[in-house]
């Protein structure tokens, strides 16, 4: 079986009451209302149909962030996964499952609603996003979510964001040419898995679960500032001894890193395909399409990551982890139910 971690969908009901919400529809959340099976089903399970009975989905909320929504968030967050676990529940031979969305911007609520999703809804996990409105996930008002994912053994999605509002230098007020997207978010996944290693995550749970979008954003390219560069760190810094704050650190940094995990999501690169794989390793990668986000609206970038991950150079066994052992794994759902008839 295929399992497709990371790819996205709006409920219907969720999507027709974000229309009401007066969203601002710019960027990102300009693009995803122009996609038909981010929302249409029909759309979706012909896109589906073209990869075999073998291949199911797990979906999560497209841009923007539920924070976005402010006071409405909460509602917003527990309509979604209400919504997502009854299309698991109908359509359970198409979705293997779902990833909750947060109130990111509501603390008390959105431990609530993380640890009913998971206990009593089913989910998959939960999704966040590298920033909350600006603010960093190790914020002391968003940690107590890792220990709750740790303590329910259920990983965490982690998802990029940035707008165009967020400049390219400090002399201009925008971002151009879509620059906030193509490296924007990769940088945002690198610095949020960055400010988690730093803030201790892993000495504290080893066992945490954070599946970052994108095979890990910078994190595998970069591996020799990663590793021999950040073995010097306080070298670059006046004012401060990075060292001696660092001092709890039991491993380099670059080894706290590999325990992140990270999804085939990278557009159809094979390079970075195999960059990220020789990062992770076999035991951290899980397939993704990020589907429908490609030029086709839903069916490239499935079929190209499929191609990818077919013709890899790899073990069999490998590549039964990243289609699908892997994610069991982490969601501790390994025993596979029937594939639907083809």
């Given at each position: 079986m295929k399992i497709d971690a990371f790819n996205h969908l709006f409920p219907k009901a969720y999507f027709d009451r974000m229309l009401t919400l007066g969203a601002d529809w710019k960027d990102m959340a300009r693009r995803v209302r122009v996609i038909p099976c981010i929302v249409d089903l029909d759309a979706r399970f012909r896109i589906m149909d073209e990869f075999g009975a073998d291949y199911r989905q797990i979906v999560s909320l497209p841009a923007p962030p539920v924070e976005d929504f402010g006071r409405d968030a909460a509602a917003m967050a527990k309509l979604a996964n209400d919504a997502f676990a009854d299309l698991c529940a109908k359509h359970h031979d198409r979705f293997f499952g779902y990833v909750a969305a947060l109130p990111m911007n509501d603390p008390d609520a959105m431990?609530?609603?993380?640890?009913?999703?998971?206990?009593?809804?089913?989910?998959?996990?939960?999704?966040?996003?590298?920033?909350?409105?600006?603010?960093?996930?190790?914020?002391?008002?968003?940690?107590?979510?890792?220990?709750?994912?740790?303590?329910?053994?259920?990983?965490?999605?982690?998802?990029?964001?940035?707008?165009?509002?967020?400049?390219?230098?400090?002399?201009?007020?925008?971002?151009?040419?879509?620059?906030?997207?193509?490296?924007?978010?990769?940088?945002?996944?690198?610095?949020?898995?960055?400010?988690?290693?730093?803030?201790?995550?892993?000495?504290?749970?080893?066992?945490?679960?954070?599946?970052?979008?994108?095979?890990g954003g910078m994190i595998p390219y970069f591996e020799g500032?990663?590793?021999?560069?950040?073995?010097?760190?306080?070298?670059?810094?006046?004012?401060?001894?990075?060292?001696?704050?660092?001092?709890?650190?039991?491993?380099?940094?670059?080894?706290?890193?590999?325990?992140?995990?990270?999804?085939?999501?990278?557009?159809?690169?094979?390079?970075?395909?195999?960059?990220?794989?020789?990062?992770?390793?076999?035991?951290?990668?899980?397939?993704?399409?990020?589907?429908?986000?490609?030029?086709?609206?839903?069916?490239?970038?499935?079929?190209?990551?499929?191609?990818?991950v077919d013709e890899l150079k790899i073990s069999a066994a490998d590549r039964q982890k990243i289609y699908e052992g892997n994610i069991r794994r982490l969601c501790r759902r390994e025993a596979a139910p029937a594939a639907r008839a083809a």
């Open positions: 431990l609530r609603e993380a640890e009913r999703a998971v206990t009593q809804l089913g989910a998959c996990g939960v999704q966040v996003y590298t920033n909350v409105r600006g603010k960093p996930l190790t914020a002391p008002e968003t940690l107590p979510l890792f220990d709750l994912m740790a303590k329910l053994d259920m990983p965490i999605w982690m998802h990029p964001t940035r707008g165009a509002d967020f400049p390219d230098y400090a002399s201009e007020t925008k971002s151009e040419w879509e620059i906030w997207w193509t490296f924007g978010w990769p940088y945002e996944t690198s610095v949020a898995m960055s400010r988690m290693v730093f803030a201790g995550l892993f000495d504290k749970h080893p066992g945490l679960k954070v599946i970052t979008h994108h095979l500032r990663v590793g021999p560069g950040w073995d010097q760190i306080g070298k670059r810094t006046s004012g401060e001894d990075l060292r001696a704050k660092l001092a709890w650190m039991k491993k380099r940094p670059i080894d706290y890193f590999r325990h992140f995990y990270a999804d085939t999501a990278v557009f159809g690169s094979v390079p970075a395909t195999e960059c990220g794989l020789a990062f992770f390793g076999a035991d951290n990668v899980v397939f993704a399409s990020d589907s429908p986000f490609d030029p086709e609206q839903g069916s490239a970038y499935i079929r190209w990551t499929i191609r990818i």
